[in-house]
RNA sequence: GCGCCCGUAGCUCAGCCGGAUAGAGCAUCGGAUUUCUAAUCCGACGGUCGGGUGUUCGAGUCACCCCGGGCGCGCCA
């Protein structure tokens, strides 16, 4: 099923084909209602290749084009824009025609990647906070996005599980361990036992010391370390894990750290052996001699005491995905501090031979009310367990305020619904880069563009369906007021817009979409009476609810946002 | 020093490959309810898009130079 820009693009095509003109310009919608529905700029490019007037080409393309079909006639204006403006009818099959699709007239992408995301990587023996949700948050949505256009996607959790500061969380499990506070609340026990070896590793040398033998010990596997290790990894992943399933979100394989281990030494080994590292200063190092922005920054891959970092796990992790999983496209959804690492490690996949396609998907910090980076009081960062259930618990005391009739159950599932969505919709509709103020007024707020306000719209529409009772489900649908044509056409611009979101991995394109069709939605609901109107707008009207609703609990599922059917 | 990101209304933010008179929400002010969830809608007010130069028929968007803020840059991850 076209979308009515992918038509006009063809129509486009055609006309300038049997105009004797090469294809130029695009067809995109209209900047404002007065210029119709869509416009095109192909004759101003036309005229610009060509030292031709704009208008005159104009002309030419308007007599060619055959849009009768589906459009008025095309309308020039200004400096040689084409405008269309659709028909009522076009628009009401299309509309009829997206109520009995699943994928509301999405299509599939024409040639599916095989990618793999890594997104959210947590940390072990340390607590999700809050700067884990764009990663999380942002990645998940990309998957999901990427799923719906017939992608293959992987989910990898790239976890923190492997470096120096083991050897002090090791040497506090022998030392400082209380197994009851470890029962109890595993994470805040290893932090504690972190915290407390680092203090007494700073003041002394020999507890210092004992740290690194400890750490030495364990990267030889040896069995006492290891197993202690192991048990941070375990208990770390089922408090992820709940975190996870809280957030209704998965991966698929988790290959942190550790998981690459055995490899870094043959990794090493290659570059040398090809030329691309080099010896330091007693470090094995990658210059980039001849790229300008990376002169002067060189990467190491192995220390001069002769241990790997993260570079080197890097490049193994590249390996990996490309020969084993067999991925021609790795998206990395990882903070901008660390823009410069990839652009490294990715140049340094470019020389092995590596053509897959690398990208860092990069967003900025979350800030508190303040402006600056979101911190506790006490100057720690705030744990992603407690702002999620604060989140809930705020929105169950707006659901008991506003609705106090609902069943006791009844209010925390939608509680729940609401307030992860709020705060997954914070984040999402949301350029990635900017860095945003955390403000639960704001994203709890029942107006503006925020979750609750298109989740509202949604049970508006289920509420007037239980209202209907047993109505058949009616795709006769003819568009008369004003509100309804615009709801409509909005409903058309899904499929449209859908697919654009992985251009820049822009989930907020998504976002702004909902919240424009939520807007048409209310202002159709004010102006349209549904249950009490005549029929045939009766069944229209229901028809544009039914419709309506599936497009925002498609769209917001996208985003990995779920919807009440009361609140 | 080198590099990356950001700077748009009083506040919080949109604005995808350059396209027409730059848009929302909050706040402020004024309206709408015997009506399907007013948990909503409609209207008004509000802008030298940080500054400058350039490219272009056309610049918030591209290039270069400044200013301001954030971040990164050989042995942490």
């Known amino acids: 099923m076209d979308t009515f820009q992918a038509l006009l693009e063809r129509r486009l095509a055609s006309a300038l084909s049997a105009a004797g003109l090469p294809r130029a310009g695009e067809v995109t919608p209209a900047a404002d209602a007065r210029f119709g529905d869509y416009q095109t700029n192909a004759a101003m490019v ?6 031709e007037n704009p208008r005159a080409l104009a002309q030419k393309i308007v007599r060619a084009i055959e849009v009768s079909d589906f459009a008025d006639k095309p309308q020039i204006a200004g400096a040689g824009f084409i405008n269309f403006t659709l028909r009522a009818e076009a628009v009401a099959a299309k509309t009829a025609a997206l109520l009995n699709d699943d994928r509301l007239g999405v299509a599939r992408a024409d040639s599916p990647k095989k990618i793999v995301i890594d997104f959210s990587s947590p940390n072990v023996a340390k607590p999700m906070h809050i700067g884990h949700i764009r990663s999380t948050v942002l990645g998940d949505a990309l998957a999901r996005i990427a799923e719906f256009l017939g992608h293959d996607v992987i989910r990898d959790n790239h976890i923190g599980d492997w470096g120096t500061q083991f050897g002090m969380v090791i040497w506090g499990w022998k030392n400082l361990l209380d197994r009851d506070a470890l029962a109890r609340d595993p994470i805040a026990e290893l932090v504690r036992i972190y915290k407390e070896t680092n203090e007494r590793a700073t003041a002394d040398p020999a507890i210092r010391e004992a740290c690194r033998e400890e750490l030495v010990k364990l990267q030889a596997h ?11 990894v375990d208990l770390s992943m089922q ?24 490899r870094l030494a043959g990794v090493v080994e290659r570059l040398l052996a090809s030329g691309i590292a080099e010896e330091s200063e007693g470090a094995i ?31 193994a992790t590249v390996d990996y995905r490309v020969q084993d999983l067999k991925r021609d496209t790795c998206w990395y959804v990882v903070g901008a501090p660390q823009t410069l690492h990839f652009r490294q490690i990715f140049e340094i996949a470019r020389r092995e031979g590596v053509t897959a396609d690398l990208r860092h998907i990069p967003f900025g910090n979350i800030l508190g009310e303040d402006r600056k980076l979101m911190k506790t009081r006490a100057g720690e960062s705030v744990p992603l367990r407690e702002v999620l259930d604060e989140a809930v618990e705020r929105a169950r005391k707006i ?7 609902l069943a006791e159950a009844e209010q925390q599932e939608i509680a729940r619904k609401i307030g992860l969505g709020a705060v997954k919709y914070a984040d999402l509709s949301q350029y990635r880069m900017t860095d945003y103020v955390f403000s639960w007024d704001k994203m709890l707020s029942l107006h503006g563009n925020t979750a609750p306000y298109l989740q509202n719209a949604y049970v508006r529409i289920q509420s007037i369906f239980r209202k209907a009772g047993e109505v058949p489900p009616s795709s006769n649908i003819s568009l008369t007021e004003p509100a309804e044509l615009v709801l409509a056409k909005r409903l058309c611009q899904f499929a449209e817009i859908v697919p654009t979101i992985l251009n820049d991995f822009r989930p907020n394109i998504l976002a702004n979409y909902l919240f424009e069709l939520a807007n048409s939605f209310h202002a159709f609901y004010e102006a349209c009476p549904v249950l009490k109107s005549e029929e045939p707008a009766r069944s229209s009207r229901l028809a544009l609810c039914r419709l309506t609703a599936k497009t925002l609990q498609r769209g917001l599922a996208l985003l990995g946002i779920e919807v009440p059917e009361r609140m």
């Open 285 to 315: 190092v990658v210059f980039f001699r001849d790229v300008a922005e990376l002169a002067d920054k060189p990467i190491i891959v192995r220390k001069k005491d002769g241990g790997y970092n993260y570079a080197t796990s890097d490049v």
């Open 239 to 262: 408090e992820f894990a709940r975190t996870y399933e809280l957030l209704g979100i998965r991966h698929d394989i988790v290959c942190g750290e550790s998981f690459y281990n055995d």
């Open 399 to 405: 659901v008991e305020e506003k609705n106090p009739d």
């Open 46 to 51: 036309l005229a610009k290749q060509r030292g």
């Open 222 to 232: 040896e069995p006492e370390n290891y197993g202690i290790w192991k048990q941070c």
